[in-house]
């Protein structure tokens, strides 16, 4: 809200450049393209506040011991592939499905309930465009239930009764939490980081790195691969390239749209 976060400020074991203060900020957040050259996810989080809010204490949800019991959703409703269990769909290289170190068109949709931009949002849908071809994301069972392809209600509980990693997106508002962000407006920020918490593995490697439990899974790499230190001096050189953004009604934004009907899912 427009204050210093300097207040009982504590400066980060870890990172020289960051810490904690008194204060947080709290607002719905939607990473619509979370990758490396290992592992992609799309991932939108809820809150149960309606708008950009200041917290302090549990509500902010920093604290390990209530990271559930703040007023968004940590974890998120994650739609990531190789953690359902298609370890071939995205990779580095001809061997997998896409292709992450070739360039590739990631669109992604956002249905509502009426086919309407008026509409209540029910399904968060992907696709990809590579080498002229659309890859369509695949449809999974998620434990005894689906097949799922997209984000929706079904999914997202679905997801949490196999995994149990307390992800609390229904419980904290949801795809309605969700559109109500949308209906307001939201930031893009893109962005290439390291991880200073967790080493990226939640994103690429088994988390947590002992755990043999559903959906620990989220990728190849080793438990103790990202630590930021070997990142920033092995990898100092790396880059990302984001270009030809767009947004607009379904059906306008990607050319190849018209080849992917059979990305529609029952609701």
């Given amino acids: 809200d427009g204050v210093t976060n300097t207040v009982d400020w504590v ?5 020289a450049n960051s810490g904690t203060g008194k204060y947080g900020t709290c607002c719905v957040e939607m990473d619509i393209w979370e990758a490396n050259s290992i592992s992609t996810a799309f991932t939108p989080h809820a809150c149960s506040v309606k708008e950009q809010t200041k917290c302090e204490g549990v509500d902010c949800g920093d604290n390990p011991d209530h990271r559930f019991d703040g007023v968004c959703d940590k974890n998120g409703c994650d739609f990531q592939t190789y953690r359902l269990g298609n370890e071939t769909f995205f990779g580095p290289g001809a061997s997998f499905t896409l292709d992450a170190t070739k360039p590739m068109t990631v669109t992604t949709r956002f249905v509502t309930d009426d086919n309407t931009a008026d509409g209540k949002l029910v399904e968060i849908q ?11 994301t695949p449809s999974m069972m998620v434990g005894n239930k689906g097949p799922f392809n997209s984000v929706s209600k079904d999914y997202c509980e679905a997801e949490v009764g196999l995994f149990q990693d307390k ?14 962000a949308f209906d307001k407006g939201m930031v893009l920020v893109m962005a290439i980081k390291d991880d200073y918490d967790f080493n990226m593995t939640w994103l690429d490697s088994t988390f947590p790195a002992a755990s043999t439990a ?17 990142v920033e ?4 050189d790396a880059t990302v390239t984001f270009s030809n953004i767009k947004f607009g009604p379904i059906g306008s934004t990607n050319r190849s749209e018209e080849h992917t009907s059979e990305l529609q899912s029952p609701l």
Avoid at 126 to 136: D, E, L, S
Avoid at 167 to 180: A, L, P, Q, R, V
Avoid at 214 to 230: I, L, N, Q, R
Avoid at 233 to 236: D, P, R, S, V
């Fill in 11 to 15: 400066p980060s074991a870890t990172d």
């Fill in 126 to 136: 992907r696709f990809y465009t590579q080498n002229g071809k659309v890859i369509n």
């Fill in 167 to 180: 992800t609390n997106f229904i419980e904290k508002g949801g795809m309605d939490s969700m559109g109500d």
């Fill in 214 to 230: 559903p959906g620990a899974k989220h990728g190849a790499c080793a438990t103790t691969s990202g630590v930021p230190k070997d």
């Fill in 233 to 236: 001096t092995n990898a100092a």
